[in-house]
Nanobody, 124 residues
Framework: QVQLAESGGGLVQAGGSLRLSCAAS????????MGWFRQAPGKEREFVAA????????SYTDSVKGRFTISRDNVKNTVYLQMNSLKPEDTAVYYC?????????????????WGQGTQVTVSS
């Protein structure tokens, strides 16, 4: 089993920045992709960003390109989401997720493990 613990959410004004962290513990394999999703009230959970296990390939949803950066520290089994130039429409609960194996997954059903979520609120 793998456990994921997010941190770093909070309240920020539009234009501000936040960095989310997600630490993986337990039986993590040597190859796994990690991603971030978000879910606003009344909406479906949507893909935000992902980073592959090897090679450092990344993928972003169009609305965050140029503003968000996903990175990972494989020694610490931690993935980060640096969020800059935040907008009110970025307000959501943010979830990190882990997929065992290789690839760059962007769908919720690709992922094997999920964190509990952290709230990000951007005020206008």
């Amino acid at each position: 089993q793998v456990q994921l613990a997010e941190s770093g959410g909070g309240l920020v004004q539009a234009g501000g920045s936040l960095r989310l962290s997600c630490a993986a513990s337990g039986r993590t394999s040597s190859s796994y992709a990690m991603g971030w999703f978000r879910q606003a009230p009344g909406k479906e959970r949507e893909f935000v960003a992902a980073r592959s296990s090897r090679g450092g390939s990344t993928s972003y949803t169009d609305s965050v390109k140029g503003r968000f950066t996903i990175s990972r520290d494989n020694v610490k089994n931690t993935v980060y989401l640096q969020m800059n130039s935040l907008k009110p429409e970025d307000t959501a609960v943010y979830y990190c997720a882990l997929m065992v194996g290789l690839g760059l997954p962007t769908q919720t059903y690709d992922y094997d493990y999920w964190g509990q979520g952290t709230q990000v609120t951007v005020s206008s």
